[in-house]
């Protein structure tokens, strides 16, 4: 869909996703492994290279019940997610792709089924745009928050749902 749309505006661009339900940054689930996504991240960014812009946006499975994590424990995992993409062995002479960190929208009060997965989050993940920000910051890459365009779905509060009041669309 990014690529459509880019396409739409003239962007000559290819768009490789990468997506996994219930990844997390650094971490495995205990109940479906291989979530972890540190793991083989570094291979596939050499698989796909040369690349233009890795876009990295995760975090909201770190504040699952199963873990304790905060914020802050958040933007280490992404930290070292942008630590493996600039480490991934790529071939010598292409160069290394700059990295955009999202941070999702916030867990706002978890319902239906996937509500008992994410008791606590809401609180848990209190303060992870800033965190990741200051990670951004620090690391030199670039961050959006996507809280400015889009909230958590009120229909399970935690997947992104487009706000009534900024959404644009082409």
Same mark, same amino acid.
């Given at each position: ?17 990468? @997506? ?9 689930? *205990? ?28 975090? &909201? ?48 009060? *978890?319902?239906? *089924? ?21 990670? @951004? ?13 889009? &909230? ?11 706000? &009534?009041? &900024?959404?644009?669309?082409?």
């Amino acid at each position: 869909m990014l690529e459509d749309r880019l396409a739409d505006h003239g962007a000559r661009v290819r768009v490789i996703e990468d @997506c996994l339900n219930g990844r997390r940054t650094v971490w495995e689930d *205990p109940f479906k492994p291989g979530r972890n996504g540190l793991i083989g991240l570094a291979q596939r960014i050499e698989i796909h290279s040369p690349l233009a812009l890795v876009i990295l946006l995760l975090g &909201t499975n770190d504040f699952q019940s199963m873990h304790e994590h905060n914020a802050w424990h958040s933007s280490q995992g992404i930290a070292a997610l942008v630590s493996a993409i600039r480490s991934a062995p790529i071939e010598p002479g292409m160069p290394v792709p700059p990295v955009l960190v999202i941070a999702p929208p916030r867990i706002r009060n *978890p319902k239906g *089924p996937i509500a008992p997965k994410f008791e606590g989050g809401e609180s848990k993940c209190a303060g992870l745009a800033s965190a990741y920000a200051a990670v @951004c910051q620090e690391l030199a890459c670039h961050f959006f928050d996507s809280n400015l365009l889009i &909230t958590a779905s009120p229909v399970d509060g935690l997947r992104p749902e487009r706000s &009534t009041n &900024t959404w644009r669309s082409a």
